[in-house]
């Protein structure tokens, strides 16, 4: 099992910035894929972005340029997700995902998820 503990979130002006962070615990299979989705209401779960253990990583369209994802270079169990220039349309619950997989996500565990409201 894995356990991911989310934390960040919250109100931010357009154009902002906010990091979100998340860190798993449990037994961790290496290498693995870590990503964030969201879903905003009436919406379906969108993928946002997803880092491997060896440090490739890929983006939607919709945030590339403008949102970063990393991951800790020691321990490799907590990613980060530094949202800049945050729009209104990137409102939504953003959800933390585990994958065995080396490389992409297939979630096996998700986090709780921490709501992120763009909003002047």
């Known amino acids: 099992q894995v356990q991911l503990v989310e934390s960040g979130g919250g109100l931010v002006q357009p154009g902002g910035s906010l990091r979100l962070s998340c860190a798993a615990s449990g037994v961790i299979v290496t290498p693995n894929t870590m990503g964030w989705y969201r879903q905003a209401p009436g919406k379906q779960r969108e993928l946002v972005a997803w880092i491997t253990t060896g440090g490739s990583t890929d983006y939607a369209d919709s945030v590339k340029g403008r949102f970063t994802i990393s991951r800790d270079i020691n321990t490799k169990k907590t990613i980060y997700l530094q949202m800049n220039t945050v729009k209104p349309e990137d409102t939504a619950v953003y959800s933390c995902?585990?994958?065995?997989?080396?490389?992409?996500?297939?979630?096996?565990?998700w986090g709780q998820g921490p709501q992120v409201t763009v909003s002047s």
């Open positions: 995902a585990f994958s065995r997989y080396a490389r992409g996500m297939r979630p096996n565990y």
